[in-house]
């Protein structure tokens, strides 16, 4: 598939099953990092993963553990519940945004994530990414996490 044919389909896979059009829009410029191209497809990729399960019939965690490419599974995090419990035990509630994503809560998070892929543009090492916001809250963190996962970094939004 080339890269035009899958910027197609993925852009395809989120909009064709919606029938709502979104209330406000998010633009992120991403950095690709060394291997741009490599990256490039890991975004595109796990994107596609996640956006074309629905809520209603999404996967459990260990499914999702099938399904993701090695690279994906090395990029994120898992804790037990009693390692979550002594984490949260330990840190202050108004500090629990700043703790690492762990998969299970990342894919929670994922799994109602409040926005919807409109389309990207790449330029070399520069990849700009445009989302509709479409529930409140829009799990935008999630998102960012998902372009952490793939090797990328994010450079701003708005």
């Known amino acids: 598939m080339t890269t035009s044919e899958h910027t197609d389909a993925l852009h395809r896979v989120d909009i064709k099953a919606r029938s709502i059009r979104p209330f406000d829009f998010r633009t992120y410029h991403i950095y690709l990092n060394q ?28 499914e999702w553990k ?13 804790v037990t519940r009693e390692e979550a419990d002594n984490l949260l035990a330990a840190i202050p509630r108004e500090q ?35 989302l ?12 960012e996490e998902l372009v952490r996962v793939a090797g990328a970094t994010v450079n701003s939004s708005g």
């Open 96 to 130: 629990w945004g700043q703790l690492p994503w762990d998969f299970g809560s990342w894919l929670d998070a994922l799994k109602v994530r409040g926005w919807i892929w409109l389309n990207h543009h790449r330029d070399g090492a520069k990849l700009t990414i445009f």
């Open 132 to 143: 509709g916001i479409i529930e409140s809250p829009a799990h935008l963190e999630a998102f």
């Open 66 to 78: 099938r399904r993701m490419p090695d690279w994906a599974l090395k990029g994120t995090r898992s």
């Open 35 to 62: 291997e741009a191209d490599t990256k490039y497809q890991h975004v595109l990729t796990l994107a596609e993963l996640i956006i074309k399960e629905d809520s209603a019939t999404w996967p459990v965690e260990e």
